[in-house]
């Protein structure tokens, strides 16, 4: 359910994805943090959705901008970088504001090094994708989009 007709999806990227494009494009590819955050917005606008870009290596900050949300989006999609193999702290955030949280990573965190295998925020999540590099951030929205259409029951 949205909060009253709220269409809005927060897009939340944690510590180092500003980095995108130049930051390690074996792992993470060639677009950068404006490309994702444009397939977002064209993946939600097609549906007349609308998203709210925020990124932050603060994770005091994107703490914040969860809290923020509550009230001004329906869901929120979430790639926590580094703070999902960390950070209680920011999970124990998505579960007071209660919203649908779809985290994505890039990467496939499961062929990678053991410590990458456990994310925090994965059991707050609704939906975790992983592996399906920037094509994953418009599944996520197309998710929270469909799932969340007002009219649905
Ligand atoms: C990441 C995977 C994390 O393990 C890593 O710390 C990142 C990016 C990804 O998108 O694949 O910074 O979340």
Known sequence: MTTA???????LNGP???LLGTREPGIYGTSTLADV???AMAAASSRGWSVD??????EGDLIDAIHAARGTA?????NP??????SVAI????????????????????????FRHHSFVSAVASVVICGAGISGYRMAVEYLAESLEPERG
């Open 91 to 114: 999970a124990d955030a998505l579960s007071a504001v209660e919203l649908p949280v779809v985290e994505v990573h890039l990467s496939n965190i499961h062929r990678r090094e053991e």
């Open 37 to 39: 955050e444009a397939a």
């Open 81 to 86: 970088a580094a703070y999902s193999h960390t």
């Open 16 to 18: 180092n994805l500003n």
């Open 53 to 58: 870009c925020v990124q932050s290596n603060h």
């Open 5 to 11: 007709g709220t269409r809005n999806i927060l897009v």
């Open 74 to 78: 329906a869901g929120i999609v979430f």
